[in-house]
């Protein structure tokens, strides 16, 4: 008998929806959209993120040694593409123009006066000790230092600006140390090659592997479980109207003094709206895989992963709807209900991740971020995609989600017996 009270209820709720159309075009075809749209702006600024190459002016006025090992260095980078076809005044004038972020001139004869000067230093100290070099003793002569000039764009991010110099300062102070110890062997005779010497402290990066991809999502990574979230929490504005709706048309006056439960009734729209949740999940996959290829954009991989993506979007639809009832208990008009319930959930995905990625946002709002439900989604869509994570993996923010349904259901239930005792 439970279960055919149950069936009536969602019955009642597919009827309601197919009474409003426009409700149904919002719950589907504006997140269609929104993911498009979205996800074509935001693509160059994730390359960026992911590493793309920026270009940048290198020009080699010294065509020696310590030139190409810097130009070497700069083009095996991940960070710069090198662009060579200037003179140090059109590229000055590229980039104090904002054609560039940076120009690299390295000056003539580099190589030559920093061999001169280590060689005449190490010859003044192997002297200093009373030994004789098997070298011909080099002449003091007065070295002008050397600048290598880096122009800026003035929009350039200051750390951005350090992070070059201190890159460049690294390799050159690399080069010089080689020429010294290769000056050092040379005066001194020695046979070990000292430029092999490995480093005493080092660094180990250690990431995930590659099978588990990059932490960093790209785009599409990012704008398909966002804007998926984003679908299933704006279903609480054709929900909480459709209860808004049932109070002012009579119908839950009729559901109480029925013998069905409250709850079967709440039951009732859970099932129908997860159905929904699903549906919308899906069609957010389906333009992830085979639209956006065509559009240039990275394709969805959800190869093994398609049954915890549907797990967490079923939490996250008892989440959504969990609040949409509890609005909808609430709210006397859909004045009320409507504007509030499509305001609410901007601010949840604002604060959430779904706009702007938590990793971008201000340390502030990053905490701030933790309490919305639809970061918790967020996450355990993440640890999914980009860690392969399994369900344990991802039981915190499940639990979280689940929660926050069971609170909202237990607060409308006795919001709405205390609003009708007698």
Not at 74 to 101: H, I, M, P, R, W
Not at 175 to 194: C, H, M, P, S, V
Request: charged share 20%.
């Amino acid at each position: 008998m439970l279960l055919y009270k149950l069936w009536r209820s969602f019955v009642k709720e597919i009827l309601l929806l197919k009474r409003d159309i426009g409700g149904i075009v919002i719950i589907f075809v504006m997140p269609l959209l929104l993911i498009v749209t979205i996800t074509l702006i935001q693509d160059s600024t994730f390359k960026n993120l992911e590493g793309s190459k920026i270009p940048i002016i290198f020009i080699d006025n010294d065509k020696s040694e310590v030139s190409k090992s810097i130009k070497q260095e700069l083009e095996t980078s991940k960070t710069f593409q090198l662009l060579t076809n200037y003179t140090e005044k059109s590229a000055q004038d590229a980039v104090f123009s904002g054609d560039y972020q940076m120009a690299i001139v390295i000056p003539e004869n580099l190589t030559k006066d920093l061999n001169s000067n280590i060689d005449s230093k190490v010859q003044t100290i192997v002297s200093s000790f009373g030994l004789e070099g098997d070298s011909v003793a080099v002449k003091k002569t007065a070295v002008k230092a050397k600048e290598i000039h880096l122009y800026f764009d003035p929009a350039t991010n200051a750390g951005f600006k350090n992070s070059v110099m201190n890159s460049v300062n690294k390799m050159v102070f690399e080069i010089e140390n080689k020429k010294i110890y290769k000056a050092f062997q040379d005066q001194l005779g020695t046979e070990e090659n000292l430029e092999e010497n490995k480093n005493l402290i080092s660094f180990k990066e250690i990431t995930p592997k590659k099978g588990a991809m990059d932490i960093m999502p790209n785009s599409v990574q990012h704008n398909v479980p966002a804007w998926t979230l984003f679908a299933i929490f704006f279903i609480v504005v054709p929900l909480s109207i459709n209860l808004v709706k049932e109070k002012s048309q009579g119908t839950s006056v009729r559901a109480r003094i029925s013998p069905t439960p409250y709850f079967v009734h709440i039951l009732g729209k859970t099932f129908t709206y997860l159905i929904i949740c699903i549906i919308q999940f899906l069609l957010m996959v389906a333009v992830g895989i085979y639209l956006f290829p065509y559009m240039d954009l990275p394709a969805f991989d959800v190869s093994g992963k398609m049954f915890h993506l549907l797990i967490v979007t079923l939490f996250s639809g008892l989440a959504a709807i969990g609040f949409g009832v509890l609005l909808g208990t609430i709210a006397d008009t859909q004045e009320q209900s409507a504007p509030f319930g499509a305001t609410s959930v901007v601010v949840l995905a604002a604060i959430g991740g779904i706009w702007v990625p938590v990793f971008l946002m201000p340390e502030f709002m990053q905490t701030v971020a933790k309490f919305s439900p639809m970061n918790w989604g967020l996450n355990a869509y993440y640890d999914i995609i980009l860690r392969n994570s399994g369900i344990a993996g991802i039981a915190k923010e499940l639990a979280l989600l689940f929660a926050f349904y069971i609170a909202m259901v237990a607060i409308s239930i006795f919001y709405e017996r205390k609003q009708n005792a007698v």
